[in-house]
């Protein structure tokens, strides 16, 4: 490695030899530890957001540090036509915390739900898959399909065919799903549309359209699972037994990882060569992932993270400029006041200014509203002080 590069110096070389594709924040990350990120000029960031819900356990947590440095030294891959423990034993871990059949890794939430689609119509050939407005999939081809989102989708048409996207209504989906769907794919939580809970009624009335046109029901937990919400997998909530569910985000902590999880009935749907993936299912990742379900599987974890979110969530809603929180566990957006956004332009710029000059790092999935997704292992000293820097940057205007 050569020295440490400044934001500017970075700045340069981005703009010529990085394509255009996302818009930063002006800031540089070194290193991070717990739930601290470090800039390259010296400050400590308080990560409320997790690179988007991935860093579920804090930066450089040490038994993943360790499972990955221990693997490193072994094996980083050795593909697809071998059989791998690591892989192998994490696929048993998985199948027995969710749906109890059989595990397909990928290296990315995309990816999983492509996987997801695949099986939907391998099991119903030609069949459609009907998700839901505002829902969010991934960027790839298919999962794009499934993401009835027009700013993402339009500049890309034509997109797949066979995806039909309805409101998330009970009416709508009686309506929508027939004998000619292949599948229905949603999230509990819409995470990247500012965290909005769908009903228990629409996801029960979900399972029965699919019950009814043997159809799956397929459960996007890319951001939603592994703790995320208080339970391991949020569709535990509502009673709601998905076909299959799509996980990735948060299984290894930050290393890529994705998987389609399915019932046991579903099995035998893939066969040999229907589908592949050269990364998929390597052991570094899967020895990372080892580490964080050893970690989360601990009797205590997900009612501490319960107790973390209502702690959160009741010192966000003390905040005069907090109208609302919303989601569960420490899946949360605070909804601002008509009169706060009107002070802040938009939460995007707010959301800047917390990074930039509070130290505090939360998103802005909708223009009235923050998103937080805090490490899950976070302290109540920790909450408090993240509710302290919002609160600060809300007041500076
Ligand atoms: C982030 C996300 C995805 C996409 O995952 P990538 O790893 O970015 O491909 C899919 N579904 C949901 C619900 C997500 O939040």
Known sequence: MTHQLSLAELEEIEARHVLRNYARLPVAVASGADVWLHTTDGRRVLDLLCGLGVTSLGHAHPNVTMAITE?????????????????????????????????????????????????????????????????????TYGALSATPQEAKQEPFAPLVGGFRAVPPTVEALETAVSDHTAAVLLETIQGESGVLPIPDDVLRAARAACDAHGALLIVDEVQSGMGRTGD??????????????????????????????????????????????????????????HAVLDVMGDPGFLPRVREAGARLTAGLESLPDVAGVRGRG???????????????????????????????????????????LPPLTIRDEQIDEGVRRIAAGLTAR
């Open 71 to 139: 693997q490193a030294g072994k094996l980083l891959h050795a593909s697809n036509l071998v059989h791998l423990q690591g892989p192998v034993q994490l696929a048993e871990r998985l199948a027995q915390s969710s749906l109890g059949g059989g595990v397909l890794f990928q290296n990315s939430g995309a990816e999983a739900n492509e996987a997801a689609i695949k099986l939907a119509r391998r099991h119903k050939r030609g069949g459609e898959v009907v998700s839901l407005h505002n829902g969010f999939h991934g960027r």
């Open 330 to 372: 420490l899946m949360l957006a605070a909804e601002l006041t008509p009169e706060a956004v009107e002070r802040h332009g938009t939460t995007a710029e707010l959301a800047g200014r917390l990074m930039t000059e509070h130290d505090v790092w939360v998103n802005a999935p909708t223009p009235t509203s923050l998103r937080l």
């Open 232 to 289: 391991m997998w949020s569709y535990e909530a509502s009673g709601v037994v998905p076909d299959a569910i799509t996980v990735a985000k948060a299984l290894a902590n930050g290393l890529p990882i994705g998987a389609l999880i399915t019932g046991p009935h579903l099995l035998d749907v893939l066969r040999p060569g229907d589908h592949g993936s050269t990364f998929a299912g390597n052991p570094l990742a899967a020895a990372a992932a």
